[in-house]
């Protein structure tokens, strides 16, 4: 339902309609305060709560013509007249922010809501990495040399997603660091950011194929995990094809099971490692004694790297999300801030309730060093073993929607990222056409065919074949997040170089230019890392040492590639781009200098005006959505806090 206000000002015989949301947000309610007891103003107050509620016109105009759009308001403003055609434009025009449900021949649409990206950002893509792999990372090094690499790589993928959530919450698009890549530092890093975090998710597609197919596996081992593989992905792909609000809904509630399944296990796992089950002695502290945390060398310790890498991979797909979001100068921060509760409560006190109920000699541990399949997950294991074997099945069932979560992300992350390469001309045109319902048909089918690797498994096995996607993938995902430190560095001296003000940023990363820096730092340190285990790894396989270069290799190619592109084919002489000419107009959510006073109007100014206390009027004016998603979530912070 909405209300419609009628001004008495009349331009061209007919009204001006503003449409109004009955459920108002408490920006929008100062909004409504201001036009409710009279007509407005000005055409430049009704263009700038259509802006406001809308977006900019950033993404379809550039900074010249933005410029100059707003000289000829000013100018119609001051002389009491302008063009109805305009004004139908302006009013009726979706501008950046397109209108949930409006057509789009050409462009994706924010359809997500802000509970939609906290959810993602939670447990979106948490999948096989902490319910398969954790366990080859313990039978490996250790419980403690697993916990103290999940540790360190939390601790980095963090700082990365703070300095990309500054980049995001200003400059919400679905290609995210590869826009900023091209934009902030060079065209050449942003095509091979692009392409390497396409083919990072392409090829993690059939990772989580394969681990679905193991946990399938569990129940009945009659068909062939690539048979498996086959009926899972015909759902998956039918979502993507529906609508970003469906992915975004059903990405919600696979996301809200896996975060009660983790607590549910760090609960149980814990009750039996105390010995609280009757008749199951718990093993205590014994698998962190006597020699046993610590297996292998350093060698096996650099190695578990790269299962949290894999792990941690889609941490970042909060970004890739924001471009789709509604609010994203608002929900990006809120995010970045979940993200802290998702890697301390469901990958580090995880990893440790795993690493105290199994030891790392224990069989079922998956092992593809040496089998090439695999048994169960470690989750499934501590719930038989602490005497509830009877949901076993419930629980083996609630980690195959895990997967098929995790499986759903690779889908997205991969159309979108290969969308916004084509859109950005550094792929076949063909991939940047989406249908009216802004599903990117054609990169969707890309990621499809990418899928079939799955298949290899009748050759290989599924222990190989997934062992050789997760170094390959988690490789690829550390190539991203350490030149995302890059480009942050990089935008900062952009942004302060043309005079920008810090406090124009919706979201603003604390102790800069450390964190940034040491991103790059550690990020470089622990790829050496991983090329050092892959040689001293014994038995040595050279097959190993390729699965952890070819990700770098192929970073290589491509901006070795590209850069020689540009300099013998486009003539170009500056492969950097200077600092002054950084376009940090397009695509913001706010023009330079208005982000201090929208955020005011925003948080203070509502509730003067409404005569309510601060902050009472965001509380009053929440939408029903959000409610939802903070009565669930909080039920979920209640279990928490009683661990």
């Not at 309609?17 to 100062?30: D, F, N, T």
């Not at 509630?253 to 896996?258: D, E, G, V």
């Not at 890697?343 to 995880?350: E, P, R």
């Not at 939408?623 to 912070?637: F, H, N, P, Q, V």
């Amino acid at each position: 339902m909405e209300l419609k206000l009628t001004t008495p000002r009349t331009l061209s015989n007919s009204n001006l309609q503003i449409p109004i949301p009955v459920r108002l947000h408490a920006s929008e309610v100062y909004i409504a305060t201001l036009l409710l007891p009279r007509p407005p103003s000005s055409f430049n107050e009704i263009r700038e709560y259509d802006l406001y509620r809308n977006g900019s016109e950033s993404e379809t105009m550039s900074p010249t013509s933005q410029s100059a759009s707003r000289d000829s308001i000013a100018k119609e403003d001051s002389s009491g007249s302008h063009d109805s055609n305009n004004e139908t434009a302006l009013t009726n025009n979706g501008g950046f922010w397109k209108k949930l449900g409006a057509e789009a021949g050409n462009e994706t649409q924010r359809g997500m809501k802000s509970r939609h990206l906290m959810m993602i950002a939670i447990g979106g893509t948490i999948g096989t990495g902490i319910f398969l792999s954790a366990g080859s990372s313990i039978a490996l090094a250790g419980p403690g040399s697993t916990l103290l690499s999940y540790c360190v790589v939390g601790l980095f993928v963090y700082t990365v997603v703070i300095a990309l959530g500054e980049m995001s919450s200003m400059f919400p698009v679905s290609g995210a660091f590869s826009t900023f890549g091209t934009r902030f530092v060079s065209p050449a890093l942003g095509f091979t950011l692009g392409w390497n975090y396409w083919l990072q998710w392409s090829l993690s597609i059939p990772s989580e194929l394969t681990a679905a197919a193991v946990i399938l596996q569990f129940w009945t081992q009659t068909l062939q995990p690539w048979h498996w593989a086959i009926i899972i992905i015909i759902p998956m792909f039918a979502l993507q094809l529906i609508h970003v609000r469906v992915y975004g809904e059903t990405e919600y509630w696979f996301a809200m099971i896996k975060v009660v399944m983790i607590i549910f296990f760090i609960i149980v796992g814990l009750i039996y490692d105390w010995g609280g089950v009757k008749n199951h002695p718990g093993p205590g502290l014994s698998n962190f004694q006597n020699g046993q945390a610590f297996i292998g060398g350093f060698a096996n310790f650099a190695q578990t790297f790269v299962y949290a890498f894999y792990s941690f991979g889609g941490i970042e797909l909060v970004a890739i999300a924001a471009g789709e979001s509604a609010k994203p100068h608002k929900s990006v921060p809120r995010a970045i801030k979940a993200t802290f509760f998702r890697i301390v409560l469901f990958y580090i006190l995880a990893i440790l309730t795993m690493g105290l109920c199994i030891n790392h000699a224990d069989e079922t541990l998956l092992n593809a060093a040496f089998d090439s399949d695999v048994a169960a997950s470690p989750i499934t294991v501590v719930f038989v073993r602490a005497g509830f074997g009877a949901a076993v099945h419930l629980v083996n069932a609630v980690l195959l929607t895990a997967v098929l979560s995790a499986t759903n992300s690779c889908f997205f992350a991969s159309s979108r990222m290969l969308l916004s390469l084509a859109r950005a001309g550094n792929a076949p045109k063909v991939f940047g056409w989406v249908n009216k319902r802004g599903v990117p048909v054609p990169a969707l089918l890309m990621a499809l065919l990418f899928s079939c690797l799955t298949f290899l498994t009748t050759i290989w096995g599924s222990g190989i074949v997934f062992t050789w996607l997760l170094n390959i993938t988690g490789i690829s995902a550390l190539l991203v997040w350490t030149s995302i430190g890059l480009i942050s560095l990089r935008f900062r001296a952009a942004w302060k170089a043309q005079g920008r003000d810090i406090t124009d940023l919706p979201y603003k990363q604390p102790l800069f230019p450390l964190l940034p820096i040491g991103v790059v730092v550690l990020g470089t340190a622990m790829f050496v890392g991983q090329g050092y285990a892959s040689v001293r790894q014994e038995p040595f396989e050279a097959r190993n040492v390729v699965a952890t270069y070819i990700g770098v290799a192929l970073y290589t190619i491509l901006y070795t590639g590209y850069t020689l592109y540009e300099r013998f084919f486009l003539g170009k002489t500056k492969h950097f781009v200077p600092l002054a000419e950084v376009d940090l107009v397009t695509d913001a959510v706010w023009g330079p200098g208005e982000g201090p006073a929208i955020r005011a109007r925003e948080r203070g100014v509502g509730e003067e005006k409404l005569g309510l206390e601060k902050g009472q009027a965001e509380v009053l004016v929440e939408t029903g959505d959000e409610r939802m998603g903070k009565r669930a979530l909080g039920r979920i912070w209640g279990w928490a806090k009683r661990l």
